[in-house]
């Protein structure tokens, strides 16, 4: 049995992974961490990390991004494992997060689900067929009116995989307002949608001379992202140092 701690346990995927981890039989989550406190929950909560006194195997962690530092140094410092979900990171964060898997395990996906996951692969292997024939590749996502970072860390991800794909030749436009110029056939388009209460959709866009193909998840519900957080967190428990993702987890 993994024992969790879910960070940031209160708010809207906290909750999600608590509903679903009572259904499992391979983790419970033991305690959480939220400085709310009005929500009730059948693990003890804590407002810091300081004052949590529970004994855990892994940390959950899907809070936000002021939240990171302090979660790092305490994972650092106590030897635990981390499934890093927080998306909207800054660079200075990042390094700090690859400072850190160099003494406990860290997980980081900027997506949890196994259809996006499987998505990457996808359009890797589409972009060197289409994006090499001069196609041009534009990413459209869709969020709730509620998500505050644009374009989504999924997004972003399913970008470098392309540029990965077509070995880093492209760069990343996010605002075509302030130019008054033809696209450039090197670079890759990400446009954000807010609005109502969307999950989540990614649609890649391969924009050729009279075709165009579509590849599109889209999600409908938060609870594929629980349920592959929880499934990290189980594959996570006990692993060396290091940083890991979501395809070490779909090939286990």
């Given at each position: 049995?993994?024992?969790?701690?879910?960070?940031?346990c209160?708010?809207?995927?906290?909750?999600?992974?608590?509903?679903?981890?009572?259904?499992?039989?391979?983790?419970?989550?033991?305690?959480?961490?939220?400085?709310?406190?009005?929500?009730?929950n059948?693990?003890p909560?804590?407002?810091?990390?300081?004052?949590?006194?529970?004994?855990?195997?892994?940390?959950?962690?899907?809070?936000?991004?002021?939240?990171?530092?302090?979660?790092l140094?305490?994972?650092?410092a106590?030897?635990?494992?981390?499934?890093?979900?927080?998306?909207?990171?800054?660079?200075?964060?990042?390094?700090?997060?690859?400072?850190?898997?160099?003494?406990?395990?860290?997980?980081?996906?900027?997506?949890?689900?196994?259809?996006v996951?499987?998505?990457?692969e996808l359009?890797?292997?589409?972009?060197?067929?289409?994006a090499?024939?001069?196609?041009?590749?534009?990413?459209?996502e869709?969020?709730?009116?509620?998500?505050?970072?644009?374009?989504?860390?999924?997004?972003?991800?399913?970008?470098?995989?392309?540029?990965?794909a077509?070995?880093?030749?492209?760069h990343?436009v996010?605002?075509?307002?302030?130019?008054?110029?033809?696209?450039?056939?090197?670079?890759?388009?990400?446009?954000?949608?807010?609005?109502g209460?969307?999950?989540?959709?990614?649609?890649?866009?391969?924009?050729?001379?009279?075709?165009?193909?579509?590849l599109?998840?889209?999600?409908?519900?938060?609870?594929?992202f629980?349920?592959?957080?929880l499934?990290?967190?189980?594959f996570?428990?006990?692993?060396?140092?290091?940083?890991?993702?979501?395809?070490?987890?779909?090939?286990?």
């Amino acid at each position: 049995m993994v024992r969790i701690l879910m960070h940031g346990c209160n708010g809207k995927m906290g909750q999600v992974i608590t509903g679903l981890a009572k259904e499992m039989k391979q983790a419970k989550i033991v305690a959480g961490l939220d400085r709310y406190d009005g929500i009730p929950n059948d693990y003890p909560v804590f407002p810091t990390f300081n004052d949590c006194n529970v004994e855990f195997d892994v940390i959950i962690d899907f809070s936000n991004a002021g939240a990171v530092d302090s979660l790092l140094e305490y994972a650092v410092a106590k030897k635990v494992p981390v499934v890093l979900c927080t998306t909207g990171l800054s660079e200075e964060q990042l390094k700090k997060v690859e400072e850190a898997s160099k003494t406990i395990a860290i997980l980081r996906s900027a997506n949890m689900s196994l259809g996006v996951n499987t998505l990457f692969e996808l359009v890797k292997a589409a972009a060197k067929v289409l994006a090499t024939a001069g196609f041009d590749m534009e990413i459209v996502e869709r969020h709730h009116n509620q998500k505050v970072d644009a374009p989504s860390g999924t997004a972003i991800a399913f970008a470098e995989a392309l540029n990965e794909a077509m070995n880093h030749e492209y760069h990343y436009v996010y605002d075509r307002s302030s130019v008054r110029e033809k696209r450039d056939e090197k670079e890759i388009g990400l446009s954000a949608v807010r609005g109502g209460t969307i999950v989540g959709e990614h649609e890649i866009i391969f924009a050729g001379p009279d075709e165009v193909v579509e590849l599109k998840h889209t999600a409908y519900s938060k609870a594929i992202f629980g349920k592959g957080a929880l499934e990290a967190a189980i594959f996570l428990a006990g692993k060396p140092a290091g940083m890991y993702d979501m395809s070490h987890v779909i090939k286990k």
